[in-house]
């Protein structure tokens, strides 16, 4: 009972017509900047963020927090339409969704992330709305060990979004580790692997390296095909709906997606980022047609959308609840509640309820709003397609260097996009994918960082890692990814040669 009274007080705030104004206001700019490849919510939020110095705190966070979700959507529209994720996490969505545009089903691809999009928003709003101090108290009781397997899980997941040959997909990662390595080693202080060049001491930027692998090498390899190879893109609504087997396979996919991304958001440093990759990689392994996957498959869009925006609401439970940001653009929403007043942590919740209240019952008028004006616009986002590629390419290309050099004010970044881009394009040439390449960047840094926090707390012990139930979960989770397609392809072999 007490939680409806404080739902629905939460209701009466958010649905005034100030907060109403910031709450849209955050979702439309927020995809908007998510669509341009090379921004993102960080940097919306960064430039927005001295403006919420003269408003109310309720209204200030509500609109940064719009921002930060309608960011994650607006990411994953470039990447279907043109290749270019707008966010690390809707690299995946890239996968199945642009072959969808390629094949003339750039709007269905569209509406499926919206639908996915909401879905996932929704139940992780309900798991924050009901579970939230649960949620915080399992995600606080996460020891190196359980975040070192989820993250190595991630790791050997991730290989398996690679189409094709699996060894091409290890050593993507490989790679992908390697090139996170550059920079200065956070527990000793040593500068690794950087050629003399005080530029590199810092690593290299992820959105550098993102937009360069998928962006600069979209741009090379589509430059003489595309002029060619453009068709017409419907926009009608009925155009918009997919096949009803479509829908059906839909379903399942988005409650996986969803639940998977509701879990891992809430975990400080895990994001949306991973819950995309293990959500494709988690429907990859389930379907009955992984054939298919690489080629279209709706369920290879759904699945990666409705995690990382279920992921995107979660995140804000250890930032509100544990003052614990899971990354920089919840490091900049938690600083926004300090400039405010508002000590975040576990007294949040009783002492400042009105606020907790008010965001939790925005965020379901934030992902309606989303869903609401998103789909009208559907058609609006598929005649991008219909711009001559002789100006569309350059304003890309334009907008990745702009949003690299924003991000640091280093030029050098420019310069690492260009090179990074050459290396996505040889990879496209040579057959590897880049989405694996990105995900060992990711968490090869974060893996070694708690592998060795483990090491040093359980005195160089690598057994302590079956001492958790989490960590001995993902540790066979892990074993079963490498060890099952040879055993199943032996398994095969021998069924053959005994009929």
Known sequence: MDLLLNLLGGFSQALTPTNLMYCFMGVALGTFIGVLPGLGALIGISVLLPVTYYLPPDAAIIMLAGIYYGGEYGGSISAILINVPGTPSSAVTAIDGNQMARQGRAAQALLATAVASFVGGSLGITLMTLFSSAIASFALSFTSWDYFAVMLLGLVASASVATGAPLKGIVAVILGVLLGTIGTDVSTGVQRYTMGYPELIGGLSLVAL?????????????????????????????????????????????????SLGSLLGALPGAGATISAFLAYVLEKRLSPRPESFGKGAIEGVVAPESANNAAAQTAFIPTLTLGIPGSATMALILGALMIHGIPPGPRLMTDNADLFWTLVASFWIGNLFLLVLNIPLVGLWVRLLQIPYRFLFPSIVCLICVGVYAINLNVTDIYIVLVIGALGYAMRVTGFEAAPLLMGFILGPLMEEHLRRALQLSRGDLSAVFNSPVSTLCIVLTVSLIVGPSLSRYLRGRRTRLQ
């Open 210 to 258: 993102a937009m360069g692998l998928f962006g600069i090498s979209e741009m090379i390899s589509s430059a003489g095909q595309y002029l060619s190879a453009r068709t017409r893109q419907r926009i009608r609504i009925r155009d918009m709906l997919p096949e009803r087997a479509e829908v059906r396979r839909s379903v399942l996919p988005a409650i996986r997606g969803s």
